[in-house]
């Protein structure tokens, strides 16, 4: 009886790691693209605010869960569109233009919230996709294969970065004019083109990131990623610009972030410990990397403009 | 050779570069045959690199016209070039160390399976250009595991690829080992039999005449001479260089040794890599003698220097004293406090920083003396009249002192950090490649200032794959080979040959 | 009780323009500002205050400044209004007691209200304000043990502090008295992050609890979930039935006009300030809304019902 | 005709700002032209808005000084939130510990305090980046987390004040606190306190540290180069830990300041880091990044930036618009004006070339461009 009741919260606790991850990965993986071509984007947290916010209001307002990520997506790749603006055609610096979006998405949504909904309400929740036969496995069923699409497809997104920055010559491009673009330019390869659609493509997944939050809990709050983006740009620090990195340091952050909720529910870690152990996440994901010992290098060109003479 | 000798293959006429206070190129005309090496020779800031950038699309001229096979072009961009049969091997490197030599070679190109690469289609192409100019290479392997003349085989497959007819050589033989030069020279003649034509930077004057069929000089952003190597033996080029006579072999006046001055005893050193690079070395190196290291780069050279610099750890038991103090691991400051003055060899890299100023980077060593700060501040007034003066004494071409180092070109970067290094009037002297990439005025110059050095009793300890160098400074040579000194030869019994046999790991009654 | 008509948030006034600071007359409106940190359809903490200036019996001029989390911009907003001739002038947060305690001396004609506080801290010209949470807290705590057939209830709340330590001490003491085994109370660490209430409150649910109540703006995520795995809910600070018609079973409502209207009186007399208010079950400030759309048990109402007569009469301490 | 270019640049990039401020005010039914003044009147309409601004941007002018000495040592110190709140826990403390110290005494103690609580926090990245090889922008994201929840902790747990135990209040403040700590104010009857000049000499200090003195001289040589300064015998590790210590201790003192400055004269949480640092943490590294990474022009950046938060914070309440309307346009601000400043730079830098290279700068030693011939 009670190695049941303990099983069922390892895998509950299991279950809720994954859902949590799922936000960073999506904007990790797009962060870590947009690094990959030399840009740094620290406006995932804004971006992400106002995909949340504009899939929650077209869920309001049309009930279409489809065209709620539909809108997600489309006001990622927008700000993307915006980002590359700024940073790739006007040559601003990376580190503002990405606060400057930050506040604007932190503001924007908020207004937008305000004019437009004002008193939270829910919208439908992305459903839960049980896997066939193995959502029925016992406990497992239910921390791996009883997620939202939305969680799937986060994981799937893994291989696919990898292949798409290993195997295509678009990645191949990519991972060039983040580390040489002289040499990158020298061939031919547009180092504009290349980082413009990396910014794009990292911005749409930021904003498949907010989406995912925001419909996996069916409401909008102003500031509802509650810092999430930055996690997930710490994150792709710490799974050194690969993809199955950032989806290790998603797991780590989410699923200590789910432990100790769950520990604290359980009554494992007393009332009096309860902001100590909130700090868990941040110094687990510290301590690994100092464990790790890791000495990779980001990409070369990061945060370098690029023109020519 | 080529058929159309009339048309030009290239034409560059009147071209005109300025750059902030730099007037880089001054009307310069310059024609190329197919089937020809042409020669570009020049001092540091001669403006040959500049030149050569504007014919490949990374500048734009201010002035001038460009024909390509008689035809006037703008090129606006280098994949314009490279579509136009113009290839270059640049004098810095241009390749993403992180992806493999196929990927760097397949960069910008078409995939035949796009959009995946398709890199064993590209593979083997790399291959088959391999086998044709003899150019050994793994497409596999990420560049940044090669060795420097591995990665010079990989620019010149990337400008083959792209069928480039017409290709710019910038100082590609800097890096390169003398038996690398032997066969890259090879290599070039395979492409002139073949009718590309060739543009060749080089300071190095014995190549030159080895290889040209024409040569142009540059002095101050203009034409200043052609020749040919019938026409004009080493001497007379160098004279036309620099515009004045230039003592190709220094002076160096009989000196008798010291006390050791650098004393290595059993020293192990690991690579990056985790391979034993340095397999036991014992070296002394005397007051008032200059010992050069001769050897086939990677052979260890590279990770002895550091260790003395103190820049890489050794493993226990390992010992370097500079002056008598002991030096293993313990960081930079250590050995240049016992006396160690270090010219290193990437200087890009390690010798000087692009973002600061001449002045600043001639005081990065010793700003923090006496001489150039009190009581917490930096003397400015101190810093400028020591700056000023090295730069007159070296001859340091640069438009000011407040100028940024990364405009100035590489020569003159070299030396810069000569004249710091050798300000500082050190007792243990370590150069790698002191003249790598400097025209043979400066190179004069440099090896006069070691020789002074010598004589007022420093022990210099030269690293350098350029054998003629070490010939006419040092006072013994030792050859490395695998980790270890497989001889030392006086200078009276050094030769050419002797030194290259035993460099290829072949020494009378070695036991190796 | 009222119910929230959102959209109806902000902009109810033209700018505020310079007036002289004395006391209205009987027919101009009452110049009130209220600043607060939260907006103003929060469906909490700001949102009650909001609705309670609006339905004063007097004709009111009100200017707001909400979504201030940056206590520095709070002080500058409540200095602001005083200056620009608002005769009361409302610092709803207790975070701002002591930027107060500075900016009300320099404004003596103004009134000041605080909240939640207990005291005035000595001030002529401030009223403070909180609400006995505790009180409605421990009626929620009685009916959700009357409802909880496990016995086990989850509390969801942000940070171990102020108001929502009142609520929770009062929910718990009420559960435990009408028979719960067991009340597990989370702390999120954070006021913002309704992901992780979400993630709390499900927690608690596998944990065994069926009834589940929380305190602060996050809790939407635990309301979330608690409505997707048919968990009823309890509500506080404003009437969150529309969360969920169908399982929000009751919310603690704060009806700040009560005391208001007690304050403005005293200021019409004179007197600017120097006393603390509280609402509370017996002069009907706070009051426990029950949802019809839930079918609670005749039972388990009257348990609550009693426990309001008790605390009201004083035979039940919320806080004991 | 350059300086034309970058006089007109940001004015159109300004424009454009305003213009799409002003759809928004359209759209929220204000008038932009009334939002406009609103803004200048409570930036800078008055002595004492001209006093509410600076000392708003007093953590900037501290945030953005110690940026620029980070990010010139090529560290990427994103943890100004954490360590505003360590140099303001530590100053707290002291203050509370020594109630009794004469101001001439206590003031410099807790603004040091502020100091050396940002500067610890700071230094932890610095090494864990030296001598762990983690990330700075990981550890100090990281840190910033750790830092809110720590500061929560001890708010409502040991440096709780006592009343609000006892009344059964438990607002996570401290007492009120000695006031002899108290930033004395400079110019009666507005918020203009010495918070205020200790700033700009901290940014004039920063300044100093960088280009006139060794230290400064190292870490700006580990920025360009951490090899070259290597081989220099720079110590390269030590530096980056110096780096971030500095940084951090100028984002503590901004810390001791809120508190010390701030009209509450307690430390008090709202749960969150912004409640507390008003975001400087953040929008320091903007106004530092706009002052071009120098600590004397990022006074001005954050003057400006301040008058930005404070003529919003007037917008929002002349016009009854939402205060999240505030911070949209701080973004949309800082997107326009970041986008036409590097325009501008090298709009500018191509006609200075030209410019320069007929009347050369400073000419020198060694053979002007174009000399005499001599041909062969
Ligand atoms: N990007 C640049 N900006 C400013 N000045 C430059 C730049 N590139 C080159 N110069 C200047 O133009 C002149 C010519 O430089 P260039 O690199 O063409 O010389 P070079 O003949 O190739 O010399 P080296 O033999 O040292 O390589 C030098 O004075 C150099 O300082
Ligand atoms: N010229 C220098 N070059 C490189 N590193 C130096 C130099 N001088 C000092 N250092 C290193 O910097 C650190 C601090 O040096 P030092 O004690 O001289 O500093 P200080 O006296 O506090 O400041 P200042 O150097 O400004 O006088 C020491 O570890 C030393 O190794
Ligand atoms: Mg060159
Ligand atoms: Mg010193």
Redesign the pocket.
């Known amino acids: 009886m009670s190695d049941f009741f303990t099983a069922t919260v390892l895998f509950s606790t299991l279950a809720a790691g994954i859902r949590l991850s799922t936000p960073f990965l999506f904007a990790g993986l797009g962060e870590m693209i947009g690094q990959k071509s030399g840009v740094l984007n620290l406006g995932v947290e804004g971006v992400m605010l106002l995909s949340a916010f504009f899939a929650y209001w077209t869920a309001l307002s049309t009930g279409s869960l489809w065209l709620a990520v539909l809108v997600g997506m489309l006001v990622g790749l927008l700000m993307g569109v915006v980002y590359g603006l700024i940073t790739v055609v006007f040559h601003a610096e990376q580190g503002i233009s990405g606060i400057g979006i930050f506040l604007f998405g932190l503001g924007f949504s908020d207004l937008m919230f305000q004019e437009n909904v004002g008193t939270p309400k829910f919208t439908s929740k992305l459903p839960s996709v049980d896997i066939p036969l193995l959502s029925d496995i016992p406990h497992v069923g239910v921390a791996f294969f009883q997620h939202s699409a939305m969680t799937y497809t986060a994981f799937v997104m893994v291989p696919l970065v990898m292949i798409l920055l290993r195997r295509t010559t678009f990645g191949t491009n990519i991972r060039a004019v983040g580390e040489n673009p002289e040499s990158a330019d020298s061939l031919g390869v547009s180092v504009a083109r290349m980082r413009f659609s990396a910014i794009v493509i990292g911005n749409t997944l930021a904003g498949v990131a907010g989406t995912a939050l925001v419909l996996e809990l069916g409401i909008f709050q102003p500031n509802l990623t509650a810092g999430r983006g930055f996690i997930a740009i710490a994150l792709v620090y710490f799974g050194a610009w690969r993809a199955p990195g950032v989806m290790a340091g998603a797991l780590l952050y989410g699923l200590v972030e789910a432990t100790v909720i769950t520990w604290k529910a359980l009554g494992i870690i007393p009332r009096s410990l309860s902001d100590i152990s909130a700090m868990a996440p941040a110094v687990i994901t510290i301590g690994a990397l100092v464990i790790l010992a890791r000495r990779v290098k980001p990409p070369a060109a990061l945060t370098q403009p690029f023109s020519r003479h | 050779m080529a058929t159309d000798t009339d048309i030009p293959m290239l034409e560059m006429r009147g071209i005109t570069k300025r750059f902030p206070g730099v007037l880089a190129n001054d009307a310069v005309d310059l024609t190329v045959r197919s089937g020809e090496v042409h020669t570009l020779l020049g001092e540091n800031g001669a403006g040959k690199s500049t030149l050569m950038k504007i014919l490949f699309g990374l500048y734009q001229p201010d002035e001038g016209e460009i024909r390509l096979n008689g035809e006037a072009i703008e090129v606006e961009s280098p994949s314009f070039a490279i579509s136009h049969g113009i290839g270059m091997i640049h004098q810095h490197f241009m390749l993403v160390p992180t992806l493999t030599v196929a990927e760097n070679v397949a960069l910008g190109t078409r995939s035949t399976r796009w959009p995946l690469t398709d890199l064993p289609v590209v593979s083997r192409r790399v291959e088959e250009i391999s086998e044709k100019f003899g150019l050994a290479i793994d497409p596999s392997i990420e560049v940044w595991k090669l060795a420097v003349g591995e990665r010079q085989r990989v620019e010149i497959i990337k400008a083959l690829y792209r069928d480039a007819r017409l290709l710019v050589l910038d100082e590609p033989t800097a890096v390169l080992t003398p038996q690398e030069v032997e066969e890259f020279f090879g290599i070039l003649n395979e492409m002139r039999s073949s009718g590309h034509g060739l543009i060749f930077i080089s300071h190095k004057l014995r190549e030159v005449v080895a290889i040209s069929d024409e040569i142009t000089v540059l002095r101050n952003g203009r034409v200043t001479g052609h020749t040919t190597p019938a026409e004009s033996d080493r001497q007379q080029l160098a004279t036309m260089m620099v515009g004045r006579e230039v003592s190709l072999a220094p002076d160096r006046p009989e000196i008798e040794p010291g006390d050791s001055r650098l004393v290595i005893r059993n020293l192990v050193v690991e690579s990056d890599r985790g391979t034993t690079a340095v397999d036991g070395l014992d070296l002394d190196v005397r007051a008032g003698e200059i010992v050069g290291i001769a050897g086939v780069s990677g052979n260890g050279q590279r990770e002895l220097a550091e260790v003395i610099a103190g820049l890489r750890d050794a493993r226990a038991g390992s010992s370097v004293q500079v002056n008598g103090v002991e030096v293993v691991g313990q960081g930079a400051?250590l050995s240049?406090d016992a006396g160690l003055a270090y010219v290193p060899e990437e200087r890009m890299r390690d010798g000087a920083i692009g973002d600061f100023t001449v002045s600043e980077n001639l005081v990065?060593?010793?700003?923090?003396?006496e001489e150039?700060?009190r009581?917490?501040?930096l003397r400015f007034g101190m810093i400028r009249s020591h700056s000023q003066e090295l730069v007159d004494r070296f001859n340091v071409k640069t438009p000011g002192l407040d100028t940024t180092t990364s405009s100035l070109s590489g020569g003159n970067i070299q030396k810069l950090i000569l004249a710091r290094e050798l300000a500082s009037g050190p007792t243990v002297l370590l150069a790698a490649q002191p003249t790598r990439g400097v025209d043979i005025g400066a190179a004069e110059y440099i090896h006069a200032q070691i020789i002074e050095q010598r004589g007022a009793g420093a022990a210099a300890l030269v690293v350098s794959e350029d054998l003629d160098e070490l010939l006419a400074i040092a006072d013994r040579i030792a050859v490395m080979f695998e980790g270890r000194i497989i001889g030392i030869v006086e200078i009276e019994d050094a030769t050419r040959e002797t030194l290259g046999l035993m460099m290829a790991g072949i020494h009378e009654g070695s036991p190796a | 009780g009222d119910d929230s008509d959102d959209g109806e948030a902000t902009g109810t006034t033209a700018p505020a323009t310079t007036a002289p600071a004395t006391t209205a007359a009987a027919e101009t409106p009452l110049k009130i500002a209220l600043v607060a940190p939260s907006a103003s359809d929060d469906l909490a903490f700001t949102q009650s205050m909001v609705d309670a200036i609006n339905a004063l019996s007097d004709p009111v001029d009100l200017s707001i400044t909400d979504g201030t989390f940056v206590i520095e911009d709070a002080a500058a907003a409540i200095r602001g209004y005083a200056e620009a001739g608002n005769e009361i002038v409302v610092a709803h947060g207790t975070q701002f007691g002591a930027s107060l305690a500075e900016i009300a001396p320099d404004f003596p004609e103004v009134t000041f209200l605080w909240g939640t506080s207990t005291d005035t801290q000595g001030l002529a010209n401030v009223f403070a304000y909180s609400p006995d949470a505790a009180e409605g807290g421990y009626v929620n705590g009685v009916v959700a043990a009357a409802i909880s057939a496990s016995g086990s209830i989850g509390v969801v709340g942000p940070i171990e502090a102020g108001d929502a330590v009142t609520y929770i001490t009062g929910f718990n003491n009420g559960a435990l008295a009408n028979g719960a085994t067991d009340v597990s109370i989370t702390y999120t660490g954070s006021f913002g992050d309704v992901a992780l209430a979400a993630e709390a409150a499900t927690a608690l649910i596998i944990n065994g609890a069926d009834v589940l109540t929380g305190s602060a703006q996050m809790v939407v995520g635990a309301v979330g979930v608690a409505s997707d795995e048919g968990v009823p809910w309890f509500g506080t600070q404003a009437n969150q039935t529309s969360l969920d018609p169908s399982l929000v079973v009751a919310s603690q409502v704060y009806h700040w006009e009560v005391i208001l209207e007690e304050m403005i009186d005293q200021r019409e007399a004179g007197v600017l300030g120097g006393e603390a208010f509280e609402i509370n079950l017996a002069n009907g400030g706070l009051e426990i809304e029950f949802n019809d759309g839930f079918d609670l048990s005749a039972d388990a109402r009257a348990a609550g019902d009693a426990a309001i007569a008790g605390i009201i009469d004083g035979s039940i301490d919320p806080n004991g | 005709m350059h300086r034309l270019v970058s006089a007109v640049i940001p004015m159109l990039a300004a424009l454009a700002a305003f213009a799409c401020a002003a759809i928004i005010l359209l759209a929220l039914g204000a008038n932009p032209f009334e939002g406009f003044r609103a803004m200048y009147t409570g930036a800078f309409g008055s002595v004492d808005r001209l006093s509410a601004t600076a000392v708003r941007a007093v953590p900037l002018v501290l945030v953005g000084a110690g940026i620029s000495i980070s990010f010139r040592a090529s560290v990427i110190n994103i943890g100004g939130e954490g360590q505003i709140i360590a140099g303001a826990l530590l100053s707290t403390v002291t203050a509370l510990a020594l109630p009794g110290l004469p101001p001439i005494i206590l003031i410099p103690l807790v603004l040091f305090a502020g100091l050396v609580g940002g500067g610890i926090w700071g230094a932890v990245p610095g090494v864990l980046k030296a001598y762990a090889s983690v990330n700075e922008i990981l550890s100090t994201i990281m840190l910033n987390i750790v830092a809110v929840q720590f500061m929560n902790y001890m708010l409502r747990s040991p440096l709780i004040d006592p009343l609000e135990i006892e009344r059964g209040t438990r607002i996570p403040q401290t007492e009120r606190l000695s006031d002899n700590a108290a930033l004395p104010t400079l110019i009666s009857g507005t918020r203009f306190n010495l918070g205020v000049p200790v700033a700009v000499a901290a940014a004039v200090g920063a300044y100093f540290l960088l280009w006139r003195?060794?230290?400064g001289f190292?870490l700006r040589a580990v920025g360009h180069s951490p090899d070259a300064?290597r081989a220099?015998?720079?110590?390269v590790e030590?530096?980056v830990v110096s780096a971030l210590a500095l940084s951090g201790s100028l984002a503590g003192l901004a810390g001791a300041i809120l508190v010390f400055g701030s009209e509450g004269q307690r430390m008090i949480t709202d749960g969150s880091s912004a409640g507390f640092t008003g975001s400087a943490g953040f929008n320091g590294i903007v106004a530092a990044l706009f002052g071009g990474l120098h600590p004397l022009w990022t006074i001005p950046s954050a003057y400006l930036f301040g008058g930005l938060i404070t003529g919003a914070n007037h917008l929002q309440r002349v016009l009854q618009v939402p205060a999240a309307l505030a911070v949209t346009l701080n973004g949309i601000v800082v997107i326009f004006v970041v986008s036409s400043s590097k325009v501008r730079d090298r709009i500018g830098a191509i006609l200075k070339a030209r410019r320069e290279f007929d009347h050369p700068a400073n000419e020198s030693t060694s053979s002007p461009p174009a000399e005499e011939v001599a041909a062969t």
């Open positions: 400051r240049r990065l060593v010793d700003h923090g003396s150039f700060s009581r917490g501040l | 003195t060794p230290l190292r300064a220099a015998g720079i110590p030590r530096s």
